[in-house]
């Protein structure tokens, strides 16, 4: 497996350019499946995960081609089966989000369940739920969602739990339902916006979307269309927490104003000063050692548990003690341990951790473990002294496009070992 080694103590500087988001590329590509007719999603980022889903759709028979720049072409018009296989839906959660688009155009699909995920059990109950409500059939066997289905019925959807992929299954199978479907308690993440934005191209009605309350118009077919996916506001708030923890200045380009408003005010409660351009973020941190800053994680547009490890390696080397609680899943402080050997004070107490700041990081071998948890080890080490080697990146390069790459272009010191 691929290790990063990373020699820290080294202010970053410099700019770095955002790549499309990849929660909002996952349930975009899922999309094409409700048209039989091409479309053109843009500026997709190169990740593990968007390579797992074209190999889902081109499974079932979805023509796929890469076309220039970060473009993909989707075409679904020739989908000669609807399975989505137990060894990708494993290595990929977001698998899920084609059971929507298959039951409401094929009228039939045998998604494997994903199982849990080292952050936690991850059902999905309230997709199931949500598509029973609207007509389907749907029997859970052998591992997998068996789903049969008439056309659609619009239906009333009540979410007991702000469930972001639940949002977006549920909104894509309503646009090809018969009649009304409102959602309720939805999701009101940026990405679940970006979605709904890429339906309405379709020619689908869905309204609401960024409020709790969604109403989709079904209609009798989709169509088509070509569209540009949102910049990544999680890979945007990771690389201005790298400027902060190093006491640097580092200036994002690409960058979509106005989704991570919750990040960027702790930022500036950590002491960071930020300037804004048309498209893009700068942070400075003046050479200045971090301000502790506490977090409770919740829902859009609350603080992000996906910014959740980031911050927690930040407050490892802030200037006095933060609590930090983790209210959306319940096993997501794996990357407490690993900080620990890199000198951290922590002390986690169910979804509670109680993180001490300590003048210094020291470099170690450490482990990562699921996605964000790699984000926040890479920025302990940024900030260590000596150096560090994170084993296991695959977890990174699920969702950070050329990371190396990009923090070499802020000046930090960092090569990749292939295994
Ligand atoms: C999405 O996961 C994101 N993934 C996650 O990002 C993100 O952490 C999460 O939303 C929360 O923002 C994608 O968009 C591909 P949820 P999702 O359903 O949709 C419970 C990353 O790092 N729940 O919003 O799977 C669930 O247990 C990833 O990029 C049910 O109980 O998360 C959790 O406690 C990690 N039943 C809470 O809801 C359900 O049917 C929120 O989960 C569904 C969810």
Redesign the pocket.
């Known amino acids: 497996m691929d290790r990063l080694v990373i020699t820290g103590c080294k202010p970053l500087e410099g700019e770095a350019r955002v790549s499309g988001a990849?929660?909002a590329t996952?349930?975009i590509l899922a999309a094409c499946l409700l048209t039989d007719e091409s479309c053109l999603v843009r500026n997709v980022p190169h990740l593990h995960?968007v390579t797992t889903s074209i190999a889902l759709l081109s499974g079932m028979g979805v023509r796929v081609t890469l076309s220039d720049g970060m473009g993909v072409e989707v075409d679904a018009s020739a989908v000669d089966n609807v399975h989505a296989p137990y060894d990708l839906v494993k290595t990929m959660?977001?698998s899920?989000?084609v059971l929507g688009p298959l039951v409401a155009r094929f009228g039939e699909a045998e998604v494997s369940l994903p199982g849990g995920c080292a952050?936690?059990?991850?059902?999905?109950?309230?997709?199931?739920?949500g598509l029973t409500a609207m007509g389907a059939d749907i029997r859970v066997e052998n591992g997998y969602i068996r789903a049969r289905a008439g056309r659609l019925k619009g239906a009333r959807i009540v979410l007991?739990?702000?469930?972001?992929?639940?949002?977006?299954n549920l909104m894509m199978a309503a646009t090809l339902a018969e009649g009304t479907t409102v959602i309720e308690n939805a999701?009101r993440?940026p990405?679940v916006v970006d979605l709904a934005h890429f339906l309405n191209r379709m020619g689908a009605r869905v309204q609401g979307a960024g409020s709790d309350t969604l109403v989709i118009e079904g209609a009798k077919r989709l169509h088509g269309t070509d569209y540009e996916v949102m910049p990544d506001r999680?890979e945007t708030g990771t690389y201005l927490v790298a400027g902060a923890i190093t006491g640097g200045r580092v200036t994002l380009k690409n960058v979509r104003h106005g989704t991570l408003d919750a990040v960027l005010a702790k930022l500036e409660e950590a002491g960071a000063g930020l300037a804004y351009g048309e498209h893009s973020i700068t942070l400075d941190m003046r050479g200045r050692r971090p301000r502790a800053v506490d977090i409770r994680t919740a829902?859009?547009p609350a603080f992000?548990?996906?910014m959740q490890a980031q911050f927690m390696a930040l407050n490892t080397v802030a200037e006095g003690a933060s609590t930090m609680i983790e209210t959306?899943?319940?096993n997501r402080y794996m990357h407490v341990q690993e900080l620990e050997r890199m000198g951290a004070d922590i002390r986690v107490q169910g979804n509670v951790a109680v993180v001490r700041g300590v003048e210094r990081l020291t470099g170690a071998p450490v482990m990562a473990t699921?996605?964000?948890a790699s984000a926040g080890l890479v920025l302990g080490a940024l900030v260590a002294e000596g150096e560090t080697e994170v084993d296991r990146i695959y977890h990174i390069d699920r969702?950070y496009e050329c990371i190396e790459e990009k923090l070499g272009q802020l000046g930090a010191r960092i090569r990749r070992i292939p295994e």
């Open positions: 990849k929660n996952l349930p995960d959660r977001a899920i989000l952050i936690g059990s991850r059902p999905v109950n309230l997709h199931i739920d007991e739990t702000v469930t972001v992929t639940g949002t977006e999701a993440e990405e999680i829902p859009y992000p548990t996906d959306v899943f319940e699921d996605l964000r969702g």
